[in-house]
């Protein structure tokens, strides 16, 4: 097993890394962490002060865009209620359980001989639970380490720093379709879906997020586009267009409209539409797009001008601060 691996599940581990990352946030103001950080992973110049790539937008946003519903729709368990107001109840996963902890869960209770448990304020912390086979004493003590967790801390992406954790137990999609359950990842500005991420084996057989997977890109007539993030393309000629594409786009559309920039995630299995959840900062803005100029085009489409001036600047998040809430939402 590689130290990586080793290294996860280790308490002391856990504690060093979530300790760091935490004091960090006191002791390196938050810019200059970000151009660091940005250096050190890409030896590139993050320019915060005049943004002009999508990575850059997007860590404009986070430290001058703050909206209240940013943080609900953030929340992969309050964001079910978001996605019902947006008249969109059907194409939500049945949920079996909402838990605070794993000792919480009855497996009696729960009609399903598997289900998927994911938290709610993490990228990943998942997998399925099979009953009869799989180590709940070993799943308790990683969702253990998950639940003290805080994205917020690793990178500065504002809704999560306060959102209170748990667990949510839901059905697993289940699909025969030649290249498996596909993330279907919409990019959209100011609630207008223009670029697809289509993402291709991100879930591990046990439902653990995959190290290693596929994306490929496209626009909103599924054609496939040349530019690439941090992955490399797969078997682009042999992947269909869903029949319902435009309904897809249209449900993006919705979720979308009350902000400036956010990814929606999508499934669709046989013509049957699921909401995966909703993303502010794709990869917390530390993004790999190729070439240049499909960068500089996303970083485009995010007009920051208009909202300089419309929200306080929330870079300290301090408990009890005011967000003006200057747009109307849902």
């Known amino acids: 097993m590689k130290t990586k691996e080793l290294l996860k599940g280790n308490d002391l581990y856990c504690f060093l890394k979530r300790s760091y990352f935490k004091w960090r946030t006191y002791l390196v103001p938050d810019r200059l962490y970000a151009v660091v950080t940005y250096w050190i992973k890409y030896r590139k110049y993050l320019n915060v002060k005049n943004p002009r790539t999508f990575d850059e937008k997007l860590w404009w946003l986070k430290f ?10 953030a929340d992969k368990w309050r964001v079910r209620e978001y996605v019902k107001e947006c008249g969109l109840e059907h194409i939500l996963i049945e949920v079996f359980g909402h838990y605070s902890s794993v000792a919480e869960i009855d497996l009696d209770k729960i009609k399903a001989e598997e289900f998927f448990l994911k938290c709610n304020h993490l990228s990943g912390g998942n997998m ?9 004493k070993k799943v308790q003590r990683q969702f253990d380490h998950w639940l003290k967790d805080n994205a917020y801390y690793f ?21 025969d379709e030649p290249f498996g359950l596909l993330d279907y990842k919409f990019f959209c500005f ?29 626009d909103m007539n599924f054609h496939p586009l040349e530019l690439k993030e941090t992955r490399e393309h797969y078997m682009v000629e042999k992947i269909q267009k869903p029949r319902n594409f435009e309904l897809m786009i249209d449900y993006a559309r919705r979720l979308s409209s009350p902000f400036p920039h956010c990814r929606v995630d999508l499934y669709n ?6 909401f995966g959840e909703i993303t502010f900062y794709h990869g917390s803005g530390c993004n790999d797009f190729q070439p240049q100029e499909a960068d500089l085009m996303l970083g485009s489409w995010i007009d920051i001008r208009k909202y300089s001036n419309e929200y306080i600047e929330y870079s300290s998040l301090l408990p009890g601060e005011v967000v003006r809430e200057s747009l109307n939402c849902r």
């Open 64 to 73: 001058n865009y703050h909206h209240p519903l940013q943080i609900q729709c």
């Open 128 to 136: 399925i639970i099979r009953k009869g086979s799989t180590n709940m």
């Open 155 to 175: 990178g500065l992406e504002w809704p999560y720093k306060d959102m209170k954790p748990c667990l949510i137990a839901e059905r697993v999609l289940q699909t």
């Open 190 to 218: 100011e609630g207008e879906p223009k670029l697809l991420s289509l993402d291709i084996g991100v879930c591990n057989t046990d439902g653990t997020h995959a190290e290693e997977y596929y994306r490929n890109f496209y």
């Open 269 to 274: 299995i046989k013509g049957t539409i699921y």
